[in-house]
């Protein structure tokens, strides 16, 4: 069955440059023009992926995004001439799959759109949950649910906080480093991007480790990136 892309992009030519090259690669392809369209339109249709531009009339694409992650976990790919990090991690925050930064080569938008929808497909269902922790301060991850829990009570995760700490408690002992962890959890590479994970660990540390001690999950590696140790 094709697979249903939905373009929010309001510089007409580049939509309808977009649309051809995805029809061209059997996706069936929506646009839209403006953000308060794209919103109503990502609802309506349950797209496979989306590609969001950040600047759109009606609506800004942060808060498009926003409103789609309400209700969907689909890939979304956000187009963008923004360069400020600010942006960038704001946009991964609120649960973006992917940046991709104006002008960009069809080339390269069509394979990351391929590498998302394959990702999407698989995903296995695994039965697993992850528990760490001392026995009087115990956690549980629940891969299934996305759901992190401290002694039975849910802990809220952004995003990309459930993402990362999901990727290292799976490899845990392992160290990784910020440019990897950037790769795997976020598939993307850009510079000076790493920040990016040193922000999210930051927030997981807030909600998993003890305030008055060193880390004792969340550990950093010194010269090379981050471990977990349950
Ligand atoms: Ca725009």
Same mark, same amino acid.
């Given at each position: 069955?094709?697979?249903?892309?939905?373009?929010?992009?309001?510089?007409?030519?580049? #939509?309808?440059?977009? &649309?051809? %090259?995805?029809?061209?690669?059997?996706?069936? +392809?929506?646009?839209?023009?403006?953000?308060?369209?794209?919103? !109503?339109?990502?609802?309506? @249709?349950?797209?496979?992926?989306?590609? @969001? $531009?950040?600047?759109?009339?009606?609506?800004?694409?942060?808060?498009?995004?926003?409103?789609?992650?309400?209700?969907?976990?689909?890939?979304? @790919?956000?187009?963008?001439?923004?360069? !400020?990090?600010?942006?960038?991690? =704001?946009?991964?925050?609120?649960? #973006?799959?992917?940046?991709?930064? =104006?002008?960009?080569?069809?080339?390269?938008?069509?394979?990351?759109?391929?590498?998302?929808?394959?990702? *999407?497909?698989? +995903?296995?269902?695994?039965? &697993?949950?992850?528990?760490?922790?001392? !026995?009087?301060?115990?956690?549980?991850?629940?891969? %299934?649910? &996305?759901?992190? !829990?401290?002694?039975?009570?849910?802990? #809220?995760?952004?995003? *990309?906080?459930?993402?990362?700490?999901?990727?290292?408690?799976?490899?845990?002992?392992?160290?990784?480093?910020?440019?990897?962890? @950037?790769? $795997?959890?976020?598939?993307?590479?850009? #510079?000076?991007?790493?920040?990016?994970? $040193? +922000?999210?660990?930051?927030?997981?540390? *807030? *909600?998993?480790?003890?305030?008055?001690?060193?880390?004792?999950?969340?550990?950093?590696?010194?010269?090379?990136?981050?471990?977990?140790?349950?």
């Amino acid at each position: 069955m094709s697979r249903t892309l939905l373009v929010v992009e309001d510089e007409r030519p580049l #939509a309808e440059t977009l &649309r051809f %090259n995805l029809e061209m690669e059997g996706y069936r +392809v929506r646009t839209a023009e403006d953000g308060v369209e794209g919103l !109503s339109m990502a609802r309506a @249709l349950q797209p496979d992926l989306v590609l @969001l $531009d950040l600047m759109l009339p009606r609506m800004d694409g942060l808060d498009v995004l926003r409103g789609i992650r309400e209700q969907s976990q689909a890939p979304v @790919l956000l187009l963008t001439a923004r360069t !400020s990090e600010a942006d960038r991690v =704001k946009g991964l925050d609120l649960g #973006a799959d992917d940046y991709i930064t =104006k002008p960009f080569s069809l080339a390269e938008l069509k394979a990351r759109v391929r590498v998302h929808l394959r990702r *999407k497909q698989d +995903v296995t269902v695994e039965e &697993r949950v992850l528990e760490f922790g001392a !026995s009087d301060d115990r956690f549980t991850l629940d891969l %299934n649910r &996305r759901l992190l !829990s401290r002694d039975g009570e849910p802990i #809220a995760l952004r995003p *990309k906080e459930y993402e990362l700490l999901a990727y290292l408690a799976q490899r845990d002992g392992r160290a990784f480093t910020r440019d990897q962890l @950037l790769n $795997d959890v976020w598939d993307i590479s850009f #510079a000076g991007g790493t920040r990016t994970v $040193d +922000v999210h660990v930051r927030w997981l540390r *807030k *909600k998993i480790e003890n305030p008055d001690g060193p880390p004792r999950h969340l550990i950093t590696v010194r010269g090379a990136g981050y471990r977990f140790e349950r």
